[in-house]
């Protein structure tokens, strides 16, 4: 059935810390993981800031700049920068409540994928609590287009994603990654994959304020002779198209619950990512809240049963 559909939420059993470069500030960024109330939801609070109770939810209300990262909030003093990989780990794990004390204005790159974020949530283990876990179900296709690119949710018993791109690279080429996600696929085929870019961009970024804490140990890094510079190379077959995945993953994390269906993308980004969630969310007959069905229910033939969502539902735009 794809992520993690069992039918509590869940938090982390205790805390757990990380610490590391920001890939765009280059500066170093403590982050820790506390355990979580149900129905909290995922919540980042600027513990470098001087009010610091003001907290940045993980949902797509509060998606900011989507340029070369996924930015939650716009205001400089709450923002949090690069929270994809997390996010993504966060969804495919199945934790559905989670307080981030986080130090600096952006979650740390650490090896540039979510293997480590992976380590330290299942260092500490999860904690099931009595409350129902909710999901997102996409009920018809909903598609949008950006120039040649263009993403799409359609129905799908199960949560799928098709992720394809397409780069004049000859190194990268075309590439396609298609595959149902739960927490063991993710592990395996999605979370290794590190995030990438090219020599010849360097400079730019650099000039811009970007990239600053980029290095051959966080970054796949593209030659101008179209090969791979890191000494170890690839880590896996189609390791670009797997990150453009881990990427979608984490950016539709931010729904604020889990959803089943199939997402499909072609030559797709944070900011296609983020457009196409929010043009799902926006049609309120393109989706339904679904619950898991008791037993008494599932012996009726339904696995999953709609319910009647809260006003200020985490999904509302």
Same mark, same amino acid.
């Given at each position: 059935?794809?992520?993690?559909?069992?039918?509590?939420?869940?938090?982390?059993?205790?805390?757990? %810390? #990380?610490?590391?470069? +920001?890939?765009?500030?280059?500066?170093?960024?403590? $982050?820790?993981?506390?355990?979580? &109330?149900? &129905?909290?939801?995922?919540?980042?609070?600027?513990?470098?800031? =001087?009010?610091?109770?003001?907290?940045?939810?993980?949902?797509?209300?509060?998606?900011?700049?989507?340029?070369?990262?996924?930015? @939650?909030?716009?205001?400089?003093?709450?923002?949090?920068?690069?929270?994809?990989? #997390?996010?993504?780990?966060?969804?495919?794990? +199945?934790?559905?409540?989670?307080?981030?004390?986080?130090?600096?204005?952006?979650?740390?790159?650490?090896?540039?994928?979510?293997?480590?974020?992976?380590?330290?949530?299942?260092?500490?283990?999860? =904690?099931?609590?009595?409350?129902?876990?909710?999901?997102?179900?996409? %009920?018809?296709?909903?598609?949008?287009?950006? +120039?040649?690119?263009?993403?799409?949710?359609?129905?799908?018993?199960?949560?799928?994603?098709?992720?394809?791109?397409?780069?004049?690279?000859? #190194?990268?080429?075309?590439?396609?990654?298609?595959?149902?996600?739960?927490?063991? $696929?993710?592990?395996?085929?999605? %979370?290794?994959?590190?995030?990438?870019?090219?020599?010849?961009?360097?400079?730019?970024?650099?000039?811009?304020?970007?990239?600053?804490?980029?290095? @051959?140990?966080?970054?796949?890094?593209?030659?101008?002779?179209?090969?791979? $510079?890191?000494?170890? +190379?690839?880590?896996?077959?189609?390791?670009?198209?797997?990150?453009?995945?881990?990427?979608?993953?984490?950016? @539709?994390?931010?729904?604020?619950?889990?959803? $089943?269906?199939?997402?499909?993308?072609?030559?797709?980004?944070?900011?296609?990512?983020?457009?196409?969630?929010?043009?799902?969310?926006?049609?309120?007959?393109?989706?339904?809240?679904?619950?898991?069905?008791?037993?008494?229910?599932?012996?009726?033939?339904?696995?999953?049963?709609?319910?009647?969502?809260?006003?200020?539902?985490?999904?509302? #735009?």
């Amino acid at each position: 059935m794809g992520i993690n559909l069992r039918g509590f939420q869940t938090t982390i059993k205790e805390r757990v %810390a #990380l610490s590391g470069i +920001g890939v765009h500030r280059g500066n170093r960024v403590n $982050i820790s993981f506390y355990p979580a &109330d149900p &129905d909290t939801g995922v919540v980042f609070h600027r513990m470098d800031r =001087a009010d610091d109770a003001e907290e940045v939810r993980a949902l797509v209300s509060e998606i900011g700049n989507t340029d070369l990262c996924t930015q @939650l909030g716009d205001e400089p003093e709450r923002h949090v920068g690069t929270v994809e990989h #997390l996010m993504a780990t966060v969804s495919a794990l +199945g934790i559905d409540n989670l307080l981030i004390e986080i130090d600096g204005p952006e979650v740390p790159i650490l090896d540039g994928s979510a293997a480590m974020y992976v380590e330290a949530f299942d260092s500490v283990g999860l =904690a099931v609590q009595p409350v129902k876990r909710r999901f997102i179900r996409v %009920a018809k296709p909903v598609r949008i287009e950006m +120039g040649c690119s263009w993403a799409e949710f359609r129905p799908y018993n199960g949560t799928r994603f098709e992720v394809e791109i397409d780069f004049e690279s000859p #190194l990268i080429g075309r590439q396609v990654f298609a595959s149902d996600i739960d927490g063991a $696929i993710f592990r395996r085929e999605i %979370a290794p994959a590190r995030t990438f870019g090219f020599m010849k961009d360097v400079e730019g970024l650099w000039a811009s304020g970007h990239a600053l804490g980029s290095s @051959l140990d966080n970054s796949i890094v593209i030659g101008d002779d179209d090969t791979v $510079i890191n000494p170890g +190379g690839l880590r896996m077959k189609n390791e670009f198209v797997r990150h453009k995945t881990l990427d979608a993953i984490g950016d @539709l994390a931010l729904a604020g619950a889990q959803f $089943i269906g199939c997402f499909r993308s072609y030559r797709g980004g944070h900011k296609l990512n983020a457009a196409a969630l929010r043009a799902l969310l926006s049609d309120v007959s393109a989706f339904e809240v679904v619950e898991a069905a008791t037993r008494r229910e599932r012996g009726r033939g339904a696995e999953m049963i709609a319910v009647s969502a809260p006003v200020f539902a985490p999904w509302t #735009l």
